[in-house]
């Protein structure tokens, strides 16, 4: 359906609402008489106007982008309007901030980038399959799959700004450009799914970066050294005496701070509700403190700056001591650059941010490893039958599978979750097993047992989401049960996303019953 047609549609749609046909003082007024039924409906068309019109605003922009180039000189379509970009150009039009002018810019380049879409394209059919032996001249650019997914509108601009930002360009040492871009393409399309299944604008970017760093080791090293060569701390004061801190942090201490504060706050911070009656009691006296959690961060850095290597843990840190768990796929016996580095990436156990070779290496120095096997389909070994609740080792096996809580677009990280039994232990003899267990936040966990919602698994398939009888979803139409996605990033190892008729842009996959290894790092100590 052609675009203003749509919106025409959705507009004609929102007429019915008489509530809404107001002078603008009264607006408020009249959406507060509406249904609940009613304001969901009026959200979802108002949205997919929204959403319409912010993709003719970014391919506008990206036009207006090109009649502007420098080349172009004082006779460009910004310049002729008295700006020196394009993007003052949008940003005085549109009265918005430059953070947004500069994304409809780059989406809108983005969009007219290569060949124009086809009527195919543009109706949200997938792109003709690029093979090897196409002509350059035809081939789609590897971010194809992200603009069908805008044109048929299962992305947003912002959510299409943040994949292809995330992503970068198709580089990885060692690969020929076209598979590059293929490997690349396949990325965008598994991030076009996880948009669609609800992950928000901040996961999306973070993933990007992600599978950019899976797929090139390499950079993901070149990436670290350049972020770590920018640390810094500066220090003033200003005219009033109030002294200022200025601190760039490299990717490893910054995971380490966040553990550390995390530790700290957790019982402010939605932690884990099964501790100890001492373990309670601290928390409790955590929660009345007055202090602001910004306030608790500063006294926690001061205190760790001042207690140096003397402290005891529990001192500083309360019950659990800060950690950050790094999981890598594989062993250390991996290919190594000129100078000795592991051309690996590993990840935070924790939001899964890439972390390269040199700093898996140095930490196995320091740290040792522990070791978690898995099968081909990514499920780990089985390691308790008989227990009530998880163990420690089983809930690291989880995390290594589950990377998060698995609720749909929840971002809450591994150390803040909970072992869920998805068969009841009291009614269905529920074992404590790995493959039997999954993580959830406090929240999701809660919703499951007081909200009438289930997970079941067939098998080593995957978990299903089944909501309860008559749950009614916010498109108005009944909730159908719904596959939870792991948020490891790392899962692409054991289940990349299938390539048929396409060149192969990766290690084999592994037959059958191969084992691989998990390795990480829990509170010092390396785990997988």
């Known amino acids: 359906m052609n675009i203003l047609t749509a919106m025409r549609e959705r507009l004609d749609r929102l007429a019915v609402f008489a509530e809404l046909d107001v002078e603008p003082s009264s607006l408020p007024s009249g959406a507060a008489a509406l249904s609940d039924a009613s304001v969901l409906e009026v959200l979802r068309e108002v949205t997919g106007i929204a959403n319409d019109a912010e993709r003719l605003q970014s391919v506008v922009a990206g036009v207006a982008a090109q009649r502007s180039k420098r080349e172009n000189g004082h006779s460009g379509l910004a310049a002729t309007q008295g700006h020196a970009s394009p993007v003052a150009l949008v940003q005085s039009i549109t009265g918005g901030t430059r953070a ?20 195919a394209a543009a109706s949200g059919a997938e792109p003709a399959p690029v093979t090897d032996d196409s002509p350059d001249a035809t081939r789609a650019p590897w971010h194809a ?6 044109w048929a509108g299962r992305l947003t601009t912002a959510q299409h700004d943040a994949i292809r930002g995330g992503l970068g360009e198709p580089e990885a040492d060692g690969v020929d450009p076209a598979s590059a871009a293929l490997a690349w393409s396949v990325a965008a399309e598994t991030l076009v799914d996880e948009a669609v299944a609800g992950a928000s604008v901040e996961e999306l970017r973070s993933r990007a970066r992600q599978l950019r760093d899976i797929l090139d080791p390499v ?6 050294q350049e972020r770590y060569e920018k640390r810094s701390l500066r220090m003033w004061i200003d005219q009033h005496g109030q002294h200022h801190g200025h601190l760039l942090l490299d990717d490893e201490m910054a995971l380490w701070l966040r553990s550390t504060f995390a530790a700290a706050l957790r019982p402010r911070r939605g932690g884990p509700r099964f501790i100890s009656d001492a373990d309670r009691a601290a928390a409790k006296e955590l929660s009345d403190d007055p202090r602001s959690n910004e306030q608790l961060e500063y006294d926690l850095f001061v205190d760790l700056i001042r207690a140096g290597a003397l402290a005891n843990a529990s001192d500083v840190f309360g019950a659990r001591q800060p950690g950050v768990r790094i999981v890598m796929v594989g062993d250390a016996d991996g290919p190594r650059d000129p100078i000795g580095r592991l051309i690996k990436t590993g990840h935070a156990e924790d939001g899964g941010d890439a972390l390269p070779g040199s700093v898996v290496d140095r930490n196995i120095c320091m740290n040792g490893t522990v070791t978690v096997t898995i099968d081909s389909g990514g499920n780990p070994l089985d390691v308790g039958h008989e227990q009530r609740l ?34 009841h232990v009291a009614t269905e003899n529920g074992r404590t097993d790995i493959d039997r267990g999954i993580l959830l936040c406090r929240f999701h966990h809660m919703q499951l047992h007081n909200n009438g919602w289930k997970i079941i698994r067939d098998g080593h398939g995957a978990f299903i989401l089944v909501p309860p009888l008559g749950h009614v979803g916010l498109d108005g139409e009944p909730a159908t049960p719904r596959v939870l996605r792991t948020k490891a990033p790392w899962a692409w190892a054991w289940d990349p996303p299938p390539p048929p008729n396409r060149p192969p842009w990766r290690e084999a996959r592994p037959r059958e019953g191969d084992e691989k290894t998990l390795v990480g790092r829990l509170d010092g100590v390396l785990v997988g």
Do not use: M, W
């Open 100 to 119: 947004d002018a500069l994304r409809q810019v780059r989406v809108g380049q983005s969009l007219l980038d290569g060949a124009a879409p086809d009527a």
């Open 390 to 423: 998880f163990t420690t080792k089983q809930k690291i096996a989880l995390a290594v599978r589950d990377g998060g809580c698995a609720g749909e677009g929840c971002p809450v990280p591994a150390s803040y979750c909970e072992a869920h039994h998805i068969d």
């Open 145 to 150: 799959p992200l603009q069908s997914a805008l």
């Open 219 to 224: 950079g993901a090293e070149n990436r670290f």
